[in-house]
């Protein structure tokens, strides 16, 4: 009777157990198979703003459609956080400094991106003041890139007696650095063979005077190139050949009106596309097997902006070649460090990581056997995927 007894007492504290598992059990989230949460997806659009030197403007003002301003650091860079995709119109101005004003395009897309504007500020044009027979005569220095000072191109402006129909106006001069300086139509373009050397820009404060007598435009360049250099002028927004004479390592160019004015080198533009992959720290948030919630915030990471330029101007026509892939793609580089925002919570069972690439495009200019290189960093794409133990989910 009490074997009996011990024997019933033992069912019924299996079939208790039993129970109590099976209903914690039931209680009990599936671990295996928690959804992951979705991260929102962050664009912004960053840059640095630096003058021809290469060296970054402190204070600049960059806006966004007219309607958002900022000012750059220390070292030229801005950022524009919270962008939306589509188009947008970017402008940078600084005192003493030609503004630029670019759109740009942000895509709708799963990924977040970071996408890369540039502006580099040429200083304002000097003016010549003509004496009471209207004869007037003005140099100005092109800028170079800092520590390429090889490169630098003298120009004379001499306006003869009586060739303003004006004698009370003014005549302004303004280097010209890239064919954008002179029109923003890339359709300007010489030909695929010839590159923007120098230029200049002839401009009256009396828009409707004109010439009578022609002026002269004189360039101060390395003899070893006067062959190879062709002399353009701007009208109706095609370059169309000027009269030019050389004599002794310089060139003179015949101006005829208040336009754009141009030296183009025959040279070749080539470049090359490439992917590099960014660092994030961390770069894994794992809750997969936790005790808890885990709240992520933002992953740290660093991007460039700006162009290395490999190449140094030993002569003065690799000096002038840096000169053109500086205009092409700019004069140096920044790091910057950010951080990535995620904002999201990590259930017990789930996982994420991030991950990155920057765009970059190496260009080499080329002239009578001589190279210059040089990579400029371009767009950035990031990705977060989350995960749980069983599949992948909610990535972008």
């Known amino acids: 009777m009490e074997k009996f007894v011990k024997k019933g007492a033992f069912m019924l504290l299996v079939a208790f157990l039993a129970v109590g598992m099976a209903n914690c059990k039931d209680d009990d989230p599936d671990y295996e198979n928690v959804t992951p949460p979705e991260v929102p997806v962050t664009n912004s659009i960053s840059g640095v703003i630096t003058g021809v030197s290469g060296e970054g403007i402190n204070g600049a003002t960059v806006t966004m459609d007219g309607t ?13 956080e919270n962008v939306k995709a589509g188009s947008h119109t970017l402008k940078a101005e600084a005192n003493g400094k030609i503004a630029k004003e670019e759109s740009v395009s942000v895509e709708n897309s799963e990924k977040g991106s970071i996408v890369l504007w540039n502006a580099t500020l040429a200083n304002e044009g000097i003016t010549i003041t003509t004496n009471e027979d209207g004869v007037g005569e003005a140099k100005v220095e092109t800028e170079t ?32 650095y890239s064919i954008n300086d002179a029109a923003k139509s890339r359709s300007t373009r ?45 009208v109706n927004g095609l370059w169309v050949n000027a009269p030019f004479e050389v004599n002794e390592g310089t060139i003179s160019v015949t101006a005829d009106s208040f336009t754009s004015y141009s030296l183009f080198l025959n040279a070749s533009i080539t470049t090359k596309t490439s992917s590099e992959v960014l660092t994030f720290n961390p770069n894994t948030f794992d809750n997969l097997y936790g005790s808890g919630d885990m709240a992520v915030g933002t992953s740290s990471y660093q991007y460039k902006v700006g162009t290395e330029i490999t190449s140094s101007g030993t002569t003065k026509l690799t000096a002038y070649l840096i000169e ?73």
Do not use: W
């Open 68 to 80: 958002t301003t900022l000012k750059t650091s220390a070292d030229g860079t801005y950022a524009f």
């Open 190 to 234: 010489a030909s695929e063979e010839s590159v923007l050397l120098v230029g200049t820009n002839l401009k009256c404060s009396n828009a409707s005077a004109t010439l009578s007598t022609p002026m002269t435009l004189t360039y101060n360049v390395d003899a070893e190139i006067t062959g190879s250099v062709s002399a353009k002028k701007l």
């Open 324 to 396: 053109i892939l500086a205009r092409l793609a700019g004069a140096s580089v920044t790091t910057i460090e950010k951080n990535y925002p995620i904002n999201v919570t990590l259930s017990v069972g789930t996982a994420l990581s991030i991950s990155g690439t920057q765009s970059a495009t190496t260009y080499t200019v080329s002239a009578l056997k001589r190279s210059v290189s040089g990579k400029k960093y371009g767009n950035i794409s990031v990705t977060t995927r989350a995960y749980n133990r069983q599949h992948t989910g909610g990535s972008n």
């Open 145 to 176: 890139v800092k520590g390429n000072e090889k490169a630098k191109i003298e120009i004379t402006v001499t306006v003869p007696e009586n060739a303003v129909s004006d004698k009370t106006a003014t005549i302004t001069i303004t280097p010209i």
